[in-house]
């Protein structure tokens, strides 16, 4: 029998808590990095593992956006008034565009100026943007609006979620989580 509690299936929940990790990762080694006068070693550092995860997310997120177009989680509980539903489903849509505009716009970013991303250059895939400054200036202050966007929209996530599993308790924080389930 499946204990498991109804909401999402075991891929949704772990491709949530896995792009959850990676992008909670991103953000603050993305803030550190662009910071004048940081040591070369570790800027260096961070900017290889900013492009290449998030070149990682690119695919990460596809695979994210085809299953959840395919596989529709469990109707929220009754109890949840109608704004707080709305409230929910905007803020979802919004976090899944920034999830498509934060790495697309990275990527434009960097190719566009003329950097490597060493990952997908291991693998031989081409550069899928032409060299040019001015697009490489307009991605770049896409990425960094987008940014702010996200962590203003996350703190509201992460708040809106804490408050179901600690005050009101109705059984959404358990849609999600345990990622395994049962
Ligand atoms: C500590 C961090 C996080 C917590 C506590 C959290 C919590 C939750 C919870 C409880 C839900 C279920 C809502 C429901 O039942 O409808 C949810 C869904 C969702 N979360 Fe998070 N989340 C976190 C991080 C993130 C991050 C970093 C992102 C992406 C930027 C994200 C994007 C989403 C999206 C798009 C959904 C809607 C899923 C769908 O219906 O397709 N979350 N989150
Ligand atoms: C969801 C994925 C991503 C998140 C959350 C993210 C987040 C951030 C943040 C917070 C910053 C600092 C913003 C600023 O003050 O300029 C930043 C900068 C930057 N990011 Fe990302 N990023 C993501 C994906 C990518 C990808 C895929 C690439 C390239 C392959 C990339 C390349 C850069 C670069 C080069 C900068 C430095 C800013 C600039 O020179 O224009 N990012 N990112």
């Known amino acids: ?17 896995l792009v959850a990790a990676l992008i909670l990762a991103m953000i603050p080694v993305g803030l550190v990095m662009v910071r004048d006068g940081l040591d070369r070693a570790l800027g ?7 492009k290449n995860v998030g070149a990682a997310l690119i695919a990460l997120v596809a695979l994210r956006l085809i299953w959840r177009l395919t596989h529709r989680p469990a109707p929220l509980p009754d109890s949840l008034p109608g704004w707080q539903r709305a409230a929910a489903g905007l803020s979802h849509l919004a976090l899944y565009a920034l999830l498509i505009v934060m790495p697309l ?9 003329g950097f490597p991303i060493e990952s997908l250059d291991a693998l031989g895939l081409p550069t899928l943007v032409p060299r040019s400054e001015p697009l490489a200036d307009a991605a770049s202050a896409l990425h960094e609006a987008a940014a702010w966007a996200l962590i203003a929209l996350l703190a509201l996530h992460v708040a ?9 308790r109705d059984g959404v924080w ?4 345990p990622p395994r389930g049962r």
Do not use: E, K, N
């Open 1 to 17: 029998m499946d204990h498991r509690p109804p909401g999402y299936g075991t891929t949704a929940r772990i491709l949530h808590w």
């Open 44 to 50: 260096d550092a961070l900017y290889l593992f900013h």
């Open 105 to 113: 716009s990275g990527y434009v970013r960097v190719r566009a100026g």
């Open 160 to 168: 809106a979620a804490l408050h179901h599993a600690v005050i009101r």
């Open 174 to 177: 358990a849609r999600i989580w």
